[in-house]
Every structure is written in structure tokens, then in C-alpha cells.
């Protein structure tokens, strides 16, 4: 009888579940890829439950197949891509400068409007620092009055807006965990969008004041038609993908694939900004992103399996339960804890693995899923531009050659106001579905 | 194994063509599919499974032999804290429990994967083995891929993974 009770202890100490993601931890800490973590770690929970190994494969193969929305992350990756090769960046800088160069900070609010209108046409804040926010840095430092650690702090901030307003690269994965639409989440982001824009142009002035930015030699009113017209097949971009969203025409999938047949069209014929090798190139680096978040995503699938049979959504909406939170009270929750995740690990495995989990009792409190996606996603760019692990200070630390400390504390004020949209669009669901519910949205 | 090196670089090389394919191709579907549907009112049924193939066959062959390890999501922030030495150990250990992992889980993939022989897809009729054959290839480069990273270690070769580069351009994109 002993070696039995002591195998059930032994049993009861490495369950299924604890051990695979004792495993995945250990691999992420590691070093290891963490979508590959995380498919080892369901395959060591399908050998100890005794289950063909061989789910793992199943899960990722099938889900992969059957994930249509997912389409549209390499498409929009690919759009992205076309349009930061091409001279699209340049000629929406124009544009935007002529527009708001003329005021105090006005470089600053150059970057941010260049920003709203890049975000809507690219859904992925990565994308946008990496091209027109390095057109972006390079106009705001040109004359030398303004420090390149102030342009690669708000060039970072300013990116975080790319995917909340549509389209969006996370809404799609948010979607993908919480079987929310698509079509309501990107309509629900643009309102938040343009809040974070105006808190930029608010905490912009306010340092351009303080620190006696001096005013740039603006462009003359009278030359505004003549950038608007360059501009103009860019600028039409946003209103084709929309539209074609909203008037019921397509599925945000296929606008993503519309969207970068656009750019690359505006780019070939009208620009004439991109050739045949190029072309090429892109495709080669959209492949290679789209493949490494793929990864990311199959490693999500698979171990959401693990999830499921262990039940583990329901299991942590039972205990949350048992404090009787408020559905304000678990959203300002989740806001901290998200903040606190995001300052650690990347903003797709923060959607992709966390989200899921709290998903059934965001359902048990009432909590409106679209508005929730929104609260999460703002979160997740957030945790972009927060310290130690921001990958958008990276990026224009390495665009600018600006050292980190420099543009984090530059970077302050900024997530400061960020901070403060977030905390509206927390307490505010009505601002947030005002737009979806203008196309429908029953929420 | 030196004199292996201009055919992995060949076979790459084939590799990044085949995948650049995928996304064009899979792009193109998607516009013919827009067109046939919307403007000529006629809907297509295998372009949703074409990009669905392709989509698939991309991020598997991609990851296999396209994506450069320091394109590869992870955590490095713990894993950078250490020192060299120290990090060489921890890739020697978790690049063996990665490899003997997939190891031990290839015979039943492979056995799933050729089971699937049995099912077509709806439009195209493809079989489905061949579908998810791309899994194999997979796991094969996930395996050499960890091994190859332990004998750097064992041999302390420099690091590839990430720890010293950060290549934003090719980061996951979100």
C-alpha cells in the first residue's frame, strides 16, 4: 500500500497542470521562445494526463486553419510595411506640418496629428515607430532647438495611438481570446484614439512652454493645397478602410488586404516610390514578423487547450467572485495589474495568455466585452512605453541614439496623460461604445 | 559541418523566396476574393482556403527556416541580467529540455499528421496530410534549432539569440 499513497502524493504535488507551467516559466526565463514554451509545456501536460501528445499538434494545426480573423494580422503587417517603404510617411508629415506647424510645441503636434493619421491605415505600434516616426524624429531634431530624447519620447507616445485606432493588430487577438467582434472593437477605438491624442497635445504645449521650445518656421497657410493634394491619395486610405469596414462591404480581413493593396498601389503608380526588389524585401521582413508573432499565437492556442480542460477561466472567476468587486473596482484592478505586467513581458503574450483567463468573469460581472478589449489594449500600448521593457523606447532609443534614461524621463509626462485617458475610458463605457453603438452595437 | 554552411544559406535562401510567395500569394487570393465577391457579385469559395493554407504554411516554414533568432519573441529581461557564463549554462539546459520535448512528441505528430490522409478540404480538396505537413519541418528546426544553440554554448561560441542585438524592425509587431 505505501509506494501507492506516496505515487498519489507524488501525483497530487506535480499535477498535470502545475507542472507544464512550472515548465513554461522555466523555459521563458530561460531564454526560449515563449510561443515554443508554450507548446512544450501542453505537450508535458498531454504525456502526464496520459492523453495523446500528439492534441498539441491538433490544437495549433486547427486552430491556426481555422482562425480567419487572424488573416488579417500578416495582412495589415504587410500594409504597414508597404507604406514605410514607400514615400507615403513623407507626404503625410508635409501635410500635418502645414497643418498645426504653425503653434507653440508645433513640431510636437506635427508628430502627433502625422501619428493619428499613420494610425489609421497601420495597426501596429511597432510599425509606426519604426517608419514615420523616424520621419517624425528626424523633422522635430532638423533645426536643433529641440533635445532628440523630448522627439523620441513623444514619437514613442505618439505610436501607442496607432492601434487603438483602427485598424488594429491587438483588437484582432483581443478578439481572437474573447470571441468580441472585430468590426465593434475597432469602432470603439476611436474615440479613446483621439482622447490620448489630445492629452499628448495638451501635455506637448505644456512642456514646449516650460522648456521654451522655440516656434518653427511654418508653412504659409497658402501652400496648405498644394501638400493637401500630394497628400491626398494617402490621406484617402483611412477613409477607404473604414468605410469599407462600416458600409458593410467587407470584413475588416479583407480591408486589411485592401489597405495594403492601396498603399502599394499609391506607392507604384502614383508615387512611384517603391520598385520590384523592394517589394520583395517586404514581403520578406512582413513574413518574418507575421511568422514570429505566429508563433507567439500558436503557442496561445495550444496552451489555451490546457486552459480549457483545467478550467481554469471559470476556477479564477469563482474565487474573484468570492470579493464581491464591483465591475469598476475589477476593471481599475486589471488596469493596475496589466500596467504592472506590461512593464515586464510583451504586449501579445500580455493579450494572448492573461486576457483569456479573466474573460468569464468580466462576462459574470456585466462588463461590456468591447469596452473591456479597449481597456486592455490601452494597457497593453501602454506597457509599450513603460519601463524597464518598453519596446517602443528601443526602438527610438535606437532610431534617435539617445541613451534610456534620457527619453524614459522624458517619456513621463506623457505616460502621465496617457494615464489619465486611460483612467476615463476606465470609468466611461459610454464613451468608448458611443461610436459602436452608432453602427449597431447592441452592448 | 563547416562545409555545410553554403547549403544551409542555399536552403534558406529557397526558403525566404517560398515564404515571400506565401504572403504575395496569399495577398493576391485576398483581392481576387474582394473582387469576385463585392464587384462581380460572385462569390469564391477557395481563396478563403488558400489563405488559410498559406497563412498556415507561412508561419510554420517561416519560423522553421526564416525567422532569425533574433526575431524570436521572448522574455530576455530576466535572461539578460545574468552573466555569460551563467547564460550559457541556462541555454544548455532549457535548449535540452526544448530538443527532448519535441523529440519525444515527433513519432506521434508524424503518426497525426499522416492519419489525417483521411479528410479533404470543402473547395480545394486538398488533403489534409499534406495540409499539416508542414508541422514536421516545424518541430524538426524547433529541435536542431535548440541543439544548435547548446553546442554554441558547450563550445562558447558568441551569442545569437537576441541577448546582444535588438533588431526592432523585426519585432513581433503588435
Given at each position: 500500500?505505501a509506494p501507492?499513497?506516496s505515487?498519489?502524493?507524488a501525483?497530487a504535488?506535480?499535477?498535470?497542470?502545475?507542472?507544464?507551467?512550472?515548465?513554461i516559466?522555466f523555459?521563458?526565463l530561460?531564454g526560449?521562445?515563449?510561443?515554443?514554451?508554450?507548446?512544450a509545456?501542453t505537450?508535458v501536460?498531454l504525456?502526464?494526463k496520459?492523453q495523446?501528445t500528439?492534441?498539441?499538434a491538433?490544437?495549433?494545426?486547427q486552430?491556426?486553419?481555422?482562425?480567419y480573423?487572424?488573416l488579417a494580422?500578416?495582412?495589415?503587417i504587410?500594409a504597414a510595411?508597404?507604406?514605410?517603404?514607400?514615400?507615403?510617411?513623407?507626404?503625410?508629415m508635409k501635410?500635418?506640418?502645414?497643418?498645426?506647424g504653425?503653434?507653440?510645441?508645433?513640431?510636437g503636434?506635427?508628430?502627433?496629428v502625422?501619428?493619428i493619421i499613420?494610425?489609421?491605415m497601420?495597426?501596429?505600434?511597432?510599425?509606426?515607430a519604426?517608419g514615420?516616426g523616424r520621419?517624425?524624429?528626424?523633422?522635430?531634431?532638423?533645426?536643433?532647438?529641440?533635445?532628440?530624447?523630448y522627439?523620441?519620447?513623444?514619437?514613442?507616445?505618439?505610436a501607442?495611438?496607432?492601434?487603438i485606432?483602427?485598424?488594429?493588430i491587438?483588437?484582432?487577438l483581443?478578439a481572437?481570446?474573447?470571441?468580441?467582434?472585430?468590426g465593434?472593437?475597432?469602432?470603439?477605438g476611436?474615440l479613446?484614439g483621439l482622447?490620448?491624442a489630445?492629452?499628448?497635445f495638451?501635455?506637448?504645449?505644456?512642456?514646449?512652454?516650460?522648456?521654451?521650445?522655440?516656434?518653427?518656421?511654418s508653412?504659409?497657410?497658402s501652400e496648405?493645397?498644394?501638400?493637401?493634394?500630394?497628400?491626398?491619395p494617402?490621406l484617402m486610405?483611412?477613409?477607404?478602410?473604414?468605410?469599407?469596414?462600416y458600409?458593410?462591404?467587407?470584413?475588416?480581413?479583407?480591408?486589411?488586404?485592401?489597405?495594403a493593396?492601396?498603399?502599394?498601389l499609391v506607392?507604384?503608380?502614383l508615387?512611384r516610390s517603391?520598385?520590384?526588389?523592394q517589394f520583395?524585401?517586404?514581403?520578406?521582413?512582413?513574413a518574418?514578423s507575421t511568422?514570429s508573432?505566429g508563433?507567439?499565437?500558436?503557442?496561445a492556442?495550444?496552451?489555451n487547450?490546457v486552459?480549457?480542460?483545467?478550467n481554469?477561466?471559470?476556477?479564477?472567476a469563482e474565487?474573484?467572485?468570492?470579493?464581491?468587486?464591483?465591475p469598476?473596482?475589477?476593471?481599475?484592478?486589471?488596469?493596475?495589474?496589466f500596467?504592472i505586467?506590461?512593464c515586464?513581458?510583451?504586449?501579445?503574450a500580455i493579450?494572448?495568455?492573461?486576457?483569456?483567463i479573466?474573460i468569464p468573469?468580466?462576462?459574470a460581472?456585466?462588463?461590456?466585452l468591447?469596452?473591456?478589449?479597449?481597456v486592455?489594449?490601452?494597457?497593453?500600448m501602454?506597457g509599450?512605453?513603460?519601463p524597464?521593457?518598453?519596446?517602443l523606447?528601443?526602438?527610438?532609443?535606437?532610431i534617435?541614439?539617445?541613451?534610456?534614461?534620457a527619453?524614459?524621463?522624458d517619456?513621463?509626462?506623457?505616460?502621465?496623460?496617457l494615464?489619465?485617458?486611460?483612467?476615463?475610458?476606465?470609468v466611461?463605457?459610454d464613451f468608448?461604445l458611443f461610436?459602436?453603438?452608432?453602427?449597431?452595437?447592441q452592448? | 559541418m563547416?562545409?555545410l554552411a553554403?547549403?544551409?544559406?542555399?536552403?534558406r535562401?529557397?526558403?525566404e523566396?517560398?515564404?515571400a510567395?506565401l504572403?504575395g500569394?496569399m495577398?493576391?487570393?485576398f483581392?481576387?476574393q474582394?473582387?469576385?465577391?463585392?464587384?462581380?457579385?460572385w462569390?469564391?469559395?477557395w481563396t478563403i482556403?488558400?489563405v488559410?493554407?498559406?497563412?498556415?504554411?507561412?508561419i510554420?516554414?517561416?519560423?522553421?527556416?526564416v525567422?532569425?533568432?533574433?526575431?524570436?519573441?521572448?522574455?530576455?529581461?530576466?535572461y539578460?541580467?545574468f552573466?555569460?557564463r551563467?547564460r550559457?549554462g541556462m541555454?544548455i539546459v532549457s535548449?535540452?529540455v526544448?530538443?527532448?520535448?519535441?523529440?519525444w512528441?515527433?513519432?506521434k505528430?508524424?503518426?497525426?499528421?499522416?492519419?489525417?490522409?483521411?479528410?479533404?478540404t470543402?473547395?480545394?480538396?486538398?488533403r489534409?496530410?499534406?495540409l499539416?505537413?508542414?508541422y514536421?519541418?516545424f518541430v524538426?528546426a524547433v529541435?536542431v534549432?535548440a541543439?544548435?544553440?547548446?553546442r554554441?554554448a558547450l563550445r562558447?561560441?558568441?551569442?545569437n539569440?537576441?541577448?546582444?542585438?535588438?533588431?526592432?524592425?523585426?519585432?513581433?509587431?503588435v
Open positions: 500500500m501507492n499513497i505515487i498519489r502524493k501525483k504535488m506535480f499535477d498535470a497542470f502545475s507542472v507544464s507551467l512550472a515548465l516559466v523555459l521563458t530561460f526560449q521562445s515563449i510561443g515554443v514554451a508554450m507548446i509545456g505537450i501536460y504525456g502526464i496520459g495523446d500528439s492534441i498539441a491538433e490544437t495549433v494545426l486552430g491556426l486553419y481555422s482562425g480573423t487572424l494580422v500578416p495582412l495589415f504587410l510595411d508597404i507604406m514605410n517603404v514607400g514615400s507615403i510617411a513623407d507626404r503625410l501635410f500635418s506640418h502645414a497643418l498645426v504653425r503653434f507653440k510645441g508645433g513640431l503636434h506635427v508628430n502627433i502625422a501619428s499613420f494610425s489609421g497601420s495597426g501596429s505600434a511597432v510599425a509606426d519604426v514615420i520621419v517624425e524624429i528626424q523633422m522635430m531634431t532638423k533645426g536643433g532647438h529641440i533635445p532628440k530624447s522627439a523620441g519620447a513623444l514619437t514613442a507616445a505618439s501607442t495611438i496607432g492601434p485606432i483602427p485598424p488594429s491587438p483588437m484582432v483581443y481572437l481570446v474573447s470571441d468580441a467582434s472585430v465593434y472593437l475597432f469602432a470603439a476611436i479613446p482622447l490620448m489630445s492629452m499628448l495638451a501635455v506637448n504645449t505644456w512642456v514646449s512652454h516650460r522648456r521654451n521650445f522655440p516656434i518653427d518656421n508653412v504659409p497657410l496648405l493645397p498644394k501638400v493637401t493634394v500630394e497628400a491626398f494617402a486610405l483611412p477613409v477607404i478602410l473604414l468605410g469599407g469596414i458600409g458593410g462591404v467587407m470584413t475588416p480581413t479583407e480591408a486589411a488586404a485592401v489597405a493593396f492601396y498603399a502599394l506607392s507604384v503608380m508615387y517603391v520598385n520590384l526588389k520583395f524585401h517586404t514581403l520578406l521582413s512582413s518574418r511568422a508573432v508563433i507567439l499565437i500558436a503557442g492556442i495550444a496552451f487547450y486552459i480549457t480542460r483545467e481554469i477561466p471559470n476556477v479564477i474565487y474573484l467572485a468570492q470579493f464581491d468587486f464591483s469598476l473596482g475589477f476593471l481599475l484592478i486589471v488596469n493596475v495589474l500596467l505586467l506590461g515586464f513581458i510583451e504586449a501579445g493579450l494572448l495568455i492573461f486576457v483569456p479573466l468573469t468580466v462576462n460581472l456585466g462588463i461590456d468591447v469596452h473591456f478589449g479597449v486592455v489594449v490601452v494597457n497593453a501602454l509599450l512605453i513603460t524597464p521593457y518598453g519596446l523606447i528601443f526602438i527610438v532609443a535606437n534617435t541614439k539617445e541613451p534610456l534614461k527619453i524614459v524621463s517619456l513621463m509626462p506623457f505616460i502621465g496623460g494615464l489619465i485617458a486611460l483612467a476615463i475610458l476606465t466611461w463605457p468608448v461610436v459602436p453603438r452608432l453602427f449597431g452595437y452592448g | 563547416q562545409f553554403p547549403l544551409f544559406s542555399r536552403i535562401q529557397g526558403f523566396l517560398l515564404v510567395v504572403l500569394s495577398f493576391a487570393a483581392i481576387i474582394v473582387v469576385f465577391r463585392y464587384i462581380l457579385n462569390p469564391v469559395g482556403e488558400y488559410a493554407v498559406a497563412w498556415l504554411w507561412g510554420l516554414l517561416g519560423y522553421a527556416f525567422v532569425r533568432d533574433e526575431d524570436v519573441v521572448r522574455f530576455d529581461l530576466f539578460n541580467a552573466g555569460q551563467a550559457r541555454t535548449g535540452i526544448v530538443a527532448g520535448i519535441f523529440l512528441a515527433l513519432p505528430d508524424f503518426e497525426f499528421v499522416t492519419f489525417m490522409g483521411v479528410e479533404k470543402a473547395f480545394m480538396h486538398m489534409f496530410d499534406i499539416f505537413a508542414a514536421i519541418p524538426i529541435i534549432r541543439l544548435w544553440e547548446v554554441r562558447n561560441e558568441p551569442e539569440n537576441g541577448a546582444q542585438h535588438f533588431n526592432p524592425e523585426s519585432e513581433s509587431h
